[in-house]
């Protein structure tokens, strides 16, 4: 044979290099294939050779104090469907058309979007509808559908008791996820993590009969459980639906705590919705009423405040126990007049009385001795400007303004409640470090995170106690302030908190807010109160805030402290706080029905001073009494009534139009004193306001809503040589602002 040419040669070591390559991109893929995508492949096979079906989780319960259950989840179903049972079928199109009517009809379903889904022949398993009774299931299986219609367990978050901390608790998705509330920030514990079974089938997507199934189990939620209780709860949701119906308000809010602990007992707000139905159409209104108002609404507190001025004036020794006040009804600076909410002032007063008025002028005072870094020392120190880190979801800091631009104004501001934001939350719990011996604790509605270990034990994941932030005053000044509030209740303008055998510490106050052009409101006020009981060793405490009451009669005394006390009175027998005074009591009698003439007669033969009028004309009907009729009531309380001249329509709801009055003639205190009884606003140019009204922009007569402006004009100018008044935020300026602080 012939040696190769070394043309041959050529070729053949051209060919061998050829196989050469080809060899090695053979093997490059087989490793690729084998070893790089080998765990996609395989994932993508073992999809082809099963069918997965997802084991729901079994979301955690949550909690009271006491252990009862306030959400939980049922058991539910999911109705799937598999559209590829049905592919290559003779009937095919006709079997679609036939489950799509007889599905659609028993779950409620739009025939069109049953039909899109038995038709999307691509996939295996689609759901059709979730959280699906029994008895519905029982329904479908009785159609006799094959294999196309298969059902998974599934589960539905119930709230056993609807509206009860609805804020608090909040809901959850149609796929179980927290959306609002505890349901929402604690997700994660809450939820569990799903689990699945993975069953071998066919071709066709149906399951093999001997395959081996895969079987991976779910694993449950943590149950929470919150430090509030349950029967707290309802006694103050209860007050809060009272006074929101009472005061016609835009919404109430209310907070109890142990003032010694910062335990969260209960937190609502009103209006409210139930937690099993919530109208998610107008998610707007559903998010507004979800909002837990505790920690995520800030306000101007007002009068309340006045709890930490007190306590820090006293601490600082920027004030003392024997310490005077003089009030001529405002206080001068060098650009402004802040005026007390009472015209005319308070005259001379001592520290105790000066408590018991509210007097906004001693509260300035204060606050100008103690000056910018002392005060604001005390303010951060009782938790102002920060979150309260309560567990709480939602919360803000409120507003403090950075002392290097605090003014004198501004302080004397702070000192009666004004120039400040705070939340309720912030705000109870910096009073109860006021009143428990100085100690500012970390409020917390968190009591413990649990899971079942497999012996059915309980396993602690968290758990929370009282926890010590600092201390903020001494002792002996915590015992001071206790002192002085019990005055504020038992002989001052928080009277209508007084409890029968207990002896009550308090505050009121009543703040202006901001309209929608950023001014002063002299008919937008917010009025609250907090009260604790027992005043000398305090075991409760308890604040309402009442947004936009719409009545005559706004002040914290009248439109909050009444629910406080109503509040408080049924939670010392609940939790077993004996009383700790002698206190002579009378039953309130029912004037439902009467005139006001007739019910403050009826009141005075009964041993009850002169009540509260929403109108002091004597033919007025009164429709509603506060406290209501046949409460037993410490000797002294004054009733609020509610009449029908001013209040109410003649249907029974709420009239919020008044008949503007004649003001000609009138003089500017008189006819500031005529509108401000009727709820209607004085304006009026500054620099001519002396003598007799000679025009008014609405005519005496007409029927106007409360809030509405009435401009007039004055017959006389005042001397050049005196200086218009200056209108200062918050219960300062001119008459024609509705003066706050009480």
Not at 58 to 66: H, K, V
Request: proline share 4%; with cysteine; net charge negative.
């Amino acid at each position: 044979m012939a040696a190769p040419t070394a043309k041959l040669k050529k070729r053949l070591l051209i060919l061998l290099g050829f196989g050469l390559v080809l060899f090695l991109l053979l093997v490059f893929r087989l490793f690729q294939v084998m070893i790089i995508d080998g765990p996609r492949l395989e994932s993508m096979a073992l999809k082809q050779q099963t069918r997965k079906s997802a084991l729901h989780a079994q979301r955690g319960r949550i909690l009271d104090t006491n252990g009862t259950v306030l959400a939980q989840s049922g058991t539910s179903y999911q109705v799937l469907v598999n559209p590829q049972v049905l592919s290559g079928k003779d009937d095919e199109e006709s079997e679609r058309v036939r489950i799509s009517i007889l599905v659609s009809d028993v779950l409620g379903m739009n025939y069109d979007d049953v039909y899109a889904k038995v038709s999307r022949t691509e996939k295996q398993q689609l759901v059709l509808k979730r959280q699906v009774s029994s008895e519905v299931v029982d329904q479908i299986i009785a159609l006799q559908l094959g294999g196309t219609i298969s059902f998974a367990t599934d589960y539905t978050r119930y709230y056993s008791n609807g509206k009860l901390f609805a804020q608090l608790i909040g809901f959850t998705g149609i796929d179980g996820e927290g959306q609002t509330g505890i349901e929402a920030s604690l997700d994660k514990y809450l939820a569990g993590i799903d689990g699945r079974i993975a069953t071998p089938k066919d071709a066709r997507g149906n399951p093999l009969a001997y395959g081996e199934e895969e079987y991976i189990a779910p694993t449950n939620g943590y149950d929470v459980r919150i430090t509030a209780d349950a029967n707290a709860e309802a006694y103050l949701e209860t007050a809060l639906a009272e006074c929101m119906s009472v005061n016609n308000a835009k919404t109430v809010t209310g907070l109890v705590m142990d003032p010694t602990t910062s335990r969260i007992l209960a937190a609502g707000s009103n209006p409210t919705f139930d937690l099993n139905s919530p109208d998610r159409s107008d998610v707007t209104t559903l998010m507004s009423m979800s909002r837990n108002r505790v920690v995520t609404d800030t306000f101007e507190p007002g009068s309340i405040f006045k709890i930490i001025t007190l306590a820090a004036a006293l601490d600082s020794g920027a004030i003392t126990m024997d310490s005077t006040f003089d009030c001529s009804g405002s206080l001068r600076f060098r650009t402004e007049s802040i005026k007390c909410w009472k015209r005319g002032g308070h005259g001379h007063q001592t520290l105790a009385e000066a408590c018991e008025n509210s007097c906004n002028c001693a509260f300035m005072q204060m606050a100008l001795a103690m000056g910018v870094d002392t005060f604001y020392d005390y303010i951060y120190a009782f938790g102002f400007g920060s979150e309260t880190d309560s567990g709480v979801p939602g919360e803000d800091t409120g507003d403090v303004i950075h002392r290097k631009y605090i003014r004198d104004t501004d302080l004397a501001r702070i000192g009666f409640g004004q120039s400040i934001t705070v939340t309720p939350l912030q705000m109870v719990n910096a009073a109860s470090a006021a009143i428990n011996g100085g100690i500012l604790r970390q409020p917390y509605i968190i009591d413990s995170i649990t899971t079942s270990a497999e012996d059915g034990s309980e396993v602690v994941i968290e758990h929370n106690e009282p926890k010590e932030i600092r201390r903020v005053i001494k002792s002996e000044t915590s015992e001071k302030v206790r002192q002085l509030l019990q005055s504020v209740v038992d002989h001052g303008s928080g009277s209508n908190a007084q409890i029968s055998g207990y002896t009550v510490g308090g505050k009121t106050g009543t703040a202006q807010k901001y309209d929608e052009n950023g001014k002063v409101s002299s008919t937008l006020l917010i009025a609250s109160f907090i009260g604790f009981v027992p005043a000398d060793d305090p075991e409760l405490i308890c604040l309402v805030m009442v947004d936009e009451p719409r009545v005559p009669v706004i002040y914290g005394s009248t439109v909050a402290a009444p629910f406080v006390q109503r509040a408080l009175s049924n939670l010392v027998q609940y939790y077993g706080i004996l009383p700790n005074t002698e206190t002579d009591t009378k039953t309130v009698p029912d004037v439902t029905g009467k005139s006001a003439r007739e019910a403050a007669s009826t009141l005075e033969r009964a041993g009850f001073p002169e009540p509260i009028y929403t109108d002091s004309e004597a033919d007025a009907i009164v429709l509603m009494q506060v406290p209501a009729a046949n409460t037993e009531v410490p000797a002294g309380t004054q009733v609020v009534i509610y009449t029908t001249m001013t209040t109410y329509s003649d249907e029974g709801t709420v009239k919020n139009t008044v008949t503007v009055p004649k003001l000609i003639d009138k003089r500017r205190q008189d006819a500031f004193d005529a509108l401000d009884k009727l709820g209607l606003i004085l304006a009026y140019d500054k620099s001519a306001c002396l003598g007799q009204i000679t025009e008014q922009s609405i005519e005496a007569g007409t029927e106007v809503e409360r809030g509405t402006e009435i401009y007039v004009t004055f017959s006389k100018a005042p001397p050049s040589s005196t200086p218009p008044d200056q209108t200062g935020g918050g219960g300062g300026g001119d008459n024609d602002n509705t003066p706050t602080g009480e």
